[in-house]
């Protein structure tokens, strides 16, 4: 294990030293531990990755992972997304250690410990780091929210339960929320 002097920011080597097995994250150089999501975040999570793996089937436009993955933006910058997408174009940033650089889609879902961690610091660091597109799950409301990435900010399209949506970044994709929240 390691220790870290006060003030001094966790980096990505620190991460690396630490046991596998838990769920964590590097946010501006402080190591987050998330628990275990509960049964319907894992529910949505795979009726999520479900539409996008017959939707990959049909179109191969990229390649889907699921939490745990580690996606490297910084030096102090570790996040696990609930699910990330990386189009064909970018499948280069694919590392042996999960994927060095912005991916293409985020998918997170809210959960009580890390709501507020993923409406506010996450969205902030996947604008900074350029991530095309944000969609924030709330199981509770039962909605989806896509985020597209802007200059001044991401640009807000919620959904509620029983839409259909779909998105410029997957041509074709037809999400019905009606399957994702079920």
């Not at 046991?19 to 964590?24: K, S, T, Y």
């Not at 985020?106 to 095309?132: A, C, G, M, N, Q």
Request: proline share 7%.
């Amino acid at each position: 294990m390691f220790s870290l002097a006060p003030h001094e920011k966790a980096t990505y080597e620190h991460y690396c030293l630490l046991p596998e097995g838990d769920r964590r994250e590097l946010i501006e150089g402080e190591l987050l531990v998330t628990p275990a999501p509960n049964e319907k975040h894992q529910r949505y999570s795979g009726n999520i990755g479900f539409e996008l793996r017959k939707y990959l089937e049909e179109s191969p436009a990229g390649v889907l992972y699921h939490a745990p993955f580690d996606v490297i933006l910084d030096n102090h910058n570790v996040v696990q997304p609930d699910i990330v997408l990386v189009l064909q174009e970018h499948r280069s940033r694919i590392v042996t250690e999960g994927l060095r650089g912005a991916p293409d889609l985020v998918v997170e879902i809210l959960s009580p410990s890390t709501s507020s961690r993923d409406l506010v610091y996450k969205r902030h660091i996947y604008h900074r780091f350029r991530v095309p597109e944000y969609w924030i799950v709330d199981p509770e409301k039962e909605t989806l929210t896509i985020l597209k990435w802007a200059e001044k900010g991401y640009e807000d399209a919620s959904c509620g339960s029983t839409e259909v949506i779909e998105t410029t970044l997957l041509p074709g994709l037809k999400l019905d929320l009606s399957r994702v929240f079920r």
